[in-house]
């Protein structure tokens, strides 16, 4: 079974404050972003193809884990270093904006073959997913790809794995997660 590790990144720090808490006195937790290897791979790979020798890093990001993402979003920074190899959906010339990170993005919907490879070499072959590229670089642009977790790549054969805590710099125990195939159980699955 293939397995690559995931990183767990420092997001942001949530203060509240319980009923029971004097006032004017919080509480500090933090929270933190999951987030995946992700790595393109070339419109014309065979199936079952995984990259050889040094990873081009045109092809290879970190996209962030966003359960309420029902797609894969890419910002124009990350997608256009490989944009012969994804696959542009016909859509009305009138619908360009899409709804998503807080307001209206402008983009296209595409086919992407996502794999995924960590550090340690790691590799979980490429699907085809659908994704939306990003054609904004404005001010409220968003910065960061998101991968779906309704996505192809994750709903076929893929599962999130919760493989324990590790301490970082402030003693606090972070989660470690990992991604990984299902194996197949029958020809048709």
Do not use: K
């Not at 992407?112 to 960590?118: E, K, S, T």
């Amino acid at each position: 079974m293939a397995r690559i590790a995931l990183d767990t990144v420092p997001a942001f720090p949530v203060h509240y404050q319980h009923p029971s808490d004097r006032p004017g006195t919080f509480t500090t937790v933090p929270t933190y972003h999951v987030t995946i290897p992700l790595y393109v791979a070339p419109r014309a790979a065979p199936d079952g193809w995984r990259p050889t020798g040094t990873v081009d890093q045109d092809r290879r990001f970190d996209a962030v884990l966003d359960t309420g993402t029902p797609l894969t979003v890419i910002p124009p920074d990350f997608w256009e270093a490989w944009a012969t190899d994804a696959d542009v959906l016909a859509q009305p010339p009138d619908e360009s904006a899409i709804l998503i990170a807080g307001g209206p993005q402008p983009g296209r919907l595409a086919r992407v073959r996502l794999g995924a490879v960590d550090d340690e070499g790691h590799w979980l072959p490429a699907e085809w997913t659908l994704a939306i590229l990003l054609d904004g670089r404005g001010e409220n642009a968003l910065r960061v790809p998101l991968v779906g977790l309704h996505s192809h790549f994750f709903t076929r054969r893929r599962r999130l794995g919760h493989v324990g805590f590790e301490q970082d710099d402030r003693s606090a125990a972070v989660p470690r997660w990992c991604l990984e195939d299902r194996p197949r159980l029958l020809p048709w699955s």
